[in-house]
């Protein structure tokens, strides 16, 4: 009898009303909406970097390839910069990172801590820098004072700490290491140092993730302190090097007269530029899924207090 009784609720489906039924679909449209919306653009820059730009200009390359060539890819990998530009890019991407991910996360810490005597002062005037900045000028003056310019350093030290990431790793402290944690270690004898490597850098993977996630793609996409700060070539990121390889084909174009070499300028250009944002973007693709879930959850209880 009970057995019967068991297997009879088991089988009962849960009644789903109408409006629910409306809701799923309208929310289950917009998703699939945006999904293409995000996805399609990058699908279509894969497919047009080995597609005849010929055709791609035509605007007969929407869905599928045509007429497949690797030229463009071919004409990007025998620039020995643009192997420079990668060297240089991991170097900074790397050292920029970890240098970051410590530096947040001790100042995070810090701040998370009810003990630490003016912490309120100092949240304001980290929160300060988020609304207002110095501008470039002073920035500029800052790094060159420091004698930092046309070196590597200039690219990692200036934009070592994100005022956002620190505020999101410090609303994840106080969030998740309570109080009672710390005083049960000092009794133990555990001292703040210890605390912190042993107990709270263990407990901490989905905000680290988080912050390499957020500094990485910021430290490859970075091209902007290479204009102001390096004269070097050797010293250029990969972003600056494709961005000269992008003007330089553009400029090309323009200085020819002869209508068949400005079709074969235009071509060789338009193979280019595709090629270099998949290149430029390929360490990005591969480094987000690896991270993908750690970071909702990252972000999400960051978020719930600050």
């Keep these: 009898m009970n057995n019967r009784n068991i297997s009879g609720r088991s089988s009962k489906r849960v009644r789903v009303s109408g409006g629910d039924l409306v809701f799923d679909i309208i929310n289950n449209a917009i998703m699939v909406v945006l999904i293409l919306i995000i996805a399609y653009p990058l699908y ?13 200009m035509a605007g007969k390359v929407w869905l599928w390839p045509m007429t497949i060539t690797f030229e463009g ?5 025998r620039d020995s910069s643009i192997w420079l530009g990668y060297r240089n890019s991991i170097f900074y991407t790397v050292t920029g990172t970890s240098l970051s991910v410590v530096c947040t996360l001790l100042g995070a810490y810090s701040l998370s801590r009810k003990d630490l005597i003016g912490r309120g002062i100092l949240m304001k005037l980290i929160i300060f820098t988020m609304i207002f900045s110095g501008g470039l000028i002073p920035r500029y003056l800052t790094v060159r004072n420091l004698g930092m310019v046309n070196t590597i350093w200039a690219m990692i030290i200036p934009s070592a700490i994100g005022a956002y990431n ?8 106080e969030s998740t290491i309570p109080e009672e944690l710390l005083d049960a270690s000092r009794i133990d004898g555990c001292s703040n140092r210890k605390f912190f490597v042993s107990i709270v850098i263990p407990i901490s993977s989905a905000i680290i993730a988080v912050l390499i996630l957020f500094y990485g793609v910021g430290n490859w996409n970075e091209f902007f302190d290479a204009m102001i700060f390096l004269d070097n070539k050797k010293l250029y990121p990969l972003q600056l090097i494709l961005r000269s390889i992008l003007i330089q084909s553009q400029a090309q ?35 987000y899924p690896a991270l993908q879930k750690y970071f909702v959850k990252g972000v999400m209880i960051g978020s719930i207090k600050g």
């Design 44 to 56: 279509f820059i894969i497919i047009a970097s080995f597609s005849d730009p010929i055709e791609v």
């Design 253 to 287: 174009t323009n200085m020819i007269d002869d209508i068949e070499s400005v079709e074969a300028a235009i071509r060789t250009a338009e193979q280019i530029k595709y090629g270099v944002i998949i290149v430029a973007s390929l360490p990005v693709l591969i480094l």
């Design 166 to 173: 620190l505020t999101i790793a410090r609303s994840f402290f």
């Design 73 to 77: 890819y071919q004409r990007i990998m």
